[in-house]
């Protein structure tokens, strides 16, 4: 068989011996460690399927049919079609996979791979029931990134088997929520946002396995393929610093007690996602290709001669969260599905990266600037001489500049014959305005996707609700933010001016704090002034302005901060927009003792039950005064009528005072 890639490297030992050196070269190829993957992946494959005493149509435990989808997805790669035909004639199920929770639920993934081989109806109904079940429980959401394979693996297979984009977008979506909120400066994951910040060895295994599974099916195309791509290389990045010299990663990474060992399951995953970002081409093989192959020469030492891996940690959930938990965990018995999961996966990423099972030529686009790139063909490699169309699409308020790279061209849509791979930059520079919207869900019309609940004291749980998120406070903690509604991965641009407009109300009368500002720390605020709004029983609409000030931050984080009090808040039509530089600053709003004000392009109504004067002022757009009228201790209905003042047509900006508190303020289009 030709290999794609065959590469040496030159060991020098050197032992001396009687002050004489003797100096012996020893030649290890490239293909030592592809038939050595071909051997021992077959091998713990051959284990697992005849001898684990398991059965693919009863077990409801994750791992182990994580063990079957690696061993047919290794007789792909090396052409044993006995794997799959073993496996197939077992999974005789026809109960409904379990979705009570992310775990039972992943079992889904090995039905929709059995699809792809057999078209069999009923095994992609019970993998897409799985996948639609779990897409409407929000993924499971936990923040522990064991969740990122269980839900992303079988998303991944749902994509494969129908090709809808729905299950690719909302994994894309899921992942980056825990790239947000686990993954730290050195690129490790955190085991559990609050249970836990340990670097555990198998949890990171579970990101790094469920990323590279989702960069094998992700067009380089999706609006979100370089946030997936540049969370998969710091987390690489991060994993090669902390190899042990063995070429061994530890059960937890980085630690240097001597009670951590060489752990087999997590060392795993590790291999077959540097392999499958090698196989990808989204590695260097000059940073990456030694560490990968290191750390599958050292993990096959661990795999006795019946196919059972060895130094496989036990699975846990995490109590207190300090080093020693993990640092005391137990060992598995040799054969653990952990361990045998991810080694079959080490050898299979292995086959195809020095077999080049996906031969062919690739594209490769970057942006700069905002915008997107589609591909007509859209297909990860090409087979030459294939003609591919690339159409640059600017987003609102930017505009398309050109190609560069290995091509210089401002044609668009531009036409490409592939005879080689073509590295491209797409460039756009801003023109005005970008309108897009920049939250994701705002309406929850699904459910509570890429919304968090941060709990930091007090107790609350969150739900949606005839389509309005409910906040659900049983213990309100003693800070605005120990109870958070935020959504995180806006792209705030500095130097733009935003509005965030959004309704809330709540049980009873209470205070909301807002925030726009840093996901990280120290968790900067970038509204111009504090943000409180006041809610009540009825439903309002609220706006806040503010300048980006700060430095772009492509990962800016809205928090809707619900502690500190009783009452459960309900939230919805949340939108965040940039507005013209040009435009009046409107202060943030806050709800005054007043039914909020119905402002349309007739004129201005409110009901005033507020102790004190009430202003009316109107601004043009260049923020001058063009009309004022007040109304002292009014009570009941009070309203301006626009035909009845001389304005000319156009936008204005219509403010509610209170002595000189703003209670509202709202632009108005009069024609």
């Keep these: ?105 992943s079992c889904g993934i090995l039905p929709l791979h059995l699809y792809l081989h057999n078209g069999n109806t009923q095994h992609l109904k019970l993998g897409i029931d799985a996948a639609d079940a779990n897409m409407r429980s929000d993924g499971h959401f936990r923040n522990a990134i064991d969740d990122t394979y269980m839900t992303g693996s079988l998303l991944v297979q749902a994509f494969r088997a129908t090709e809808d984009t729905k299950y690719l977008d909302f994994c894309v979506n ?70 042990l010299e063995s070429g061994m990663w530890p059960q937890l990474l980085g630690s240097t007690d001597r009670r951590n060992w060489e752990e087999t399951s997590g ?62 965990a137990s060992k598995a018995a040799p054969g653990n599905s952990h361990g045998t999961a991810g080694f079959i996966w080490a050898a299979t990423a292995i086959v195809r990266y020095y077999q080049g099972t996906s031969d062919g030529f690739r594209i490769s686009v970057d942006i700069s600037g905002r915008g997107i790139v589609s591909k007509d063909p859209d297909m990860r490699s090409y087979p030459k001489d294939t003609t591919v169309v690339l159409t640059a699409t600017p987003r609102s308020g930017w505009s398309f500049t050109g190609w560069s790279g290995d091509m210089e061209s401002s044609e668009n849509p531009l036409t490409v014959t592939v005879d080689t791979d073509i590295s491209l930059t797409a460039g756009f520079e801003r023109t005005g305005v970008d309108t897009t919207e920049l939250v994701i869900n705002g309406q929850f019309e699904s459910e509570s996707e890429l919304w ?48 965030l407009r959004f309704d809330a109300y709540a049980e009873s009368s209470r205070n909301m704090g807002i925030k726009v500002g840093q996901a990280d720390e120290p968790y900067k605020n970038y509204l111009n002034e504090p943000a409180d709004v006041s809610l009540t029983t009825a439903s309002d609409s609220f706006s806040i302005e503010f300048e980006m000030t700060e430095p772009t931050d492509e990962n800016a984080r809205i928090e809707f901060n619900a502690g500190g009090q009783l009452g459960d808040v309900f939230i919805d039509n949340v939108s965040l ?39 009316i002022r109107i601004y043009d757009i260049s923020g001058r005064l063009v009309y004022r009228e007040a109304f002292a201790d009014t009570p009941g209905k009070n309203s301006i009528r626009f035909d009845r003042v001389n304005f000319a047509k156009g936008l204005y900006i219509a403010k509610v005072y209170n002595n000189k508190t703003v209670l509202h303020s709202e632009m108005v289009h009069l024609k």
């Design 1 to 105: 068989m030709m290999l794609k890639k065959l590469r040496k490297r030159q060991i020098l030992l050197f032992i001396c011996m009687l002050n004489v050196t003797l100096v012996f070269s020893q030649e290890i190829a490239d293909n030592d460690v592809l038939q050595s993957a071909l051997e021992k992946g077959a091998l713990a494959a051959d284990y697992w399927i005849k001898r684990s005493g398991k059965n693919p149509g009863t077990t409801d435990y994750y791992a182990d049919i994580c063990s079957y989808y690696g061993a047919c997805i290794f007789g792909d790669v090396s052409g044993d079609s006995s794997n799959y035909n073993l496996i197939n004639s077992q999974y005789k199920r026809t109960s409904s996979i379990e979705t009570g929770d992310i775990d039972k639920n």
């Design 267 to 328: 060392t795993s995953m590790f291999v077959f996602a540097l392999f499958t970002g090698l196989e990808l081409g989204i590695l260097d093989e000059e940073t990456y290709l030694e560490p990968a192959k290191k750390g599958w020469n050292a993990l096959v030492g661990y795999l006795s001669s019946d196919g059972k891996l060895n130094n496989v940690a036990e699975g846990f959930w995490p109590r207190v969260g300090d080093a020693n938990e993990y640092l005391n």
């Design 452 to 499: 968090v609940l941060n709990i930091y004291g007090g107790s609350a749980t969150g739900s949606v609700v005839n389509g309005e998120y409910r906040i659900n406070i049983s213990s309100s903690g003693s800070n605005d933010y120990d109870v958070q509604l935020a959504q995180a991965g806006i792209y705030l641009e500095n130097g733009r001016k935003y509005r």
């Design 174 to 243: 899921f992942i980056l929520r825990y790239m947000s909120n686990l993954q730290q400066s050195n690129g490790l994951y955190w085991h559990h946002w609050e249970k836990s910040h340990q670097f555990w060895g198998r949890g990171n295994g579970w990101g790094a396995a469920s990323t590279a599974e989702l960069l094998q099916v992700l067009p380089e195309t999706h609006p979100k393929y370089n946030d997936i791509l540049t969370g998969f290389k710091n987390h690489m990045a991060g994993l090669v610093n902390v190899q």
């Design 577 to 615: 927009k940039e507005i013209s530089t040009t435009s009046v600053m409107i202060p943030v709003l806050t709800k005054g003792k007043y039914s909020r004000p119905r402002i349309t392009s007739s004129g201005i109504t409110f009901d005033n039950s507020w102790n004190g004067n009430i202003d």
